[in-house]
């Protein structure tokens, strides 16, 4: 089983720049991927951006919505995933969680809110 902690978000102005994390403890398996999805109030919860098993090809994934401005890396030293996000807009307001797994087997956290406002 898999455990998912995220941290990080918060309330920001247009244009900021936040991190989160991502704490990952439990067994990963080979072909897991991990990465972040968020869901805003009333809509569907979506992909952000997804790092690909490399047993699936390796890469990363994200959203055309968010391209260029957010960035996902790990720390395997550290088992953390972290979504670096710059050039907030108003419309990356959501719960974002983090996400471990591969087809129907998914692990997801509790979710962190992010608020882009000013």
């Known amino acids: 089983q898999v455990q998912l902690a995220e941290s990080g978000g918060g309330l920001v102005q247009p244009g900021d720049s936040l991190r989160l994390s991502c704490a990952v403890s439990?067994?990963?398996?080979?072909?897991?991927?991990m990465g972040w999805y968020r869901q805003a109030p009333g809509k569907q919860r979506e992909l952000v951006a997804l790092?690909?098993?490399?047993?699936?090809?390796?890469?990363?994934n994200y959203a055309d919505a968010v391209k260029g401005r957010f960035t996902i890396s790990k720390d395997n030293a550290k088992n953390t995933v972290y979504l670096r996000m710059s050039s907030l807009k108003p419309e990356d307001t959501a719960v974002y969680y983090c996400?471990?797994?591969?087809?129907?087997?998914?692990?997801w956290g509790q979710g962190t809110q992010v608020t882009v406002s000013s």
């Open positions: 439990g067994s990963i398996f080979s072909n897991d991927n």
């Open positions: 996400y471990v797994g591969h087809g129907q087997y998914q692990n």
């Open positions: 790092i690909i098993s490399i047993t699936s090809g390796g890469g990363t």
